[in-house]
């Protein structure tokens, strides 16, 4: 899957979310509800990460794979709700370190 496909789908399921929120709350979650989200997940991985090197005990450690996918799936939310170019947002990243990295 390439990241275009990982935003579009991305925000396909957010927006199903919304919805879901506006049936049971009356309001979607704002941009700033999406980012706790997604540090409570990124934490989450921290966590079974550590399960997954034996240093911290969990019964949900399975779960890792799946979330990792999340994180990824949140930060593409992020990036569309705050009119940015997931794309773009990686590609930058990635080639401006590596650029840095060889000097």
């Known amino acids: ?6 935003s579009e ?3 396909e399921i957010r927006n199903l979310y919304h919805a879901l929120e506006e049936k049971h709350h009356g ?3 704002s941009v700033e509800e999406d ?3 997604f540090l409570t997940d990124a934490g989450l991985v921290g966590r079974w990460t550590m399960d997954h090197e034996g240093r911290w005990p ?3 450690a399975d779960m890792l794979p799946a979330k990792i996918g999340e994180t990824v799936w ?3 939310v992020l990036a569309d709700r705050m009119d940015l170019d997931f794309e773009a947002c990686v590609a930058d ?3 401006g370190r ?3 990295m060889k000097q």
Do not use: R
């Open 98 to 100: 590596l650029d840095a």
């Open 35 to 37: 980012a706790l989200a």
């Open 1 to 6: 899957m390439d990241i275009q496909e990982v």
């Open 58 to 60: 969990s019964s949900d």
């Open 93 to 95: 990243f990635l080639n």
């Open 27 to 29: 309001s979607k979650w």
């Open 74 to 76: 949140w930060l593409a």
């Open 9 to 11: 789908k991305s925000m």
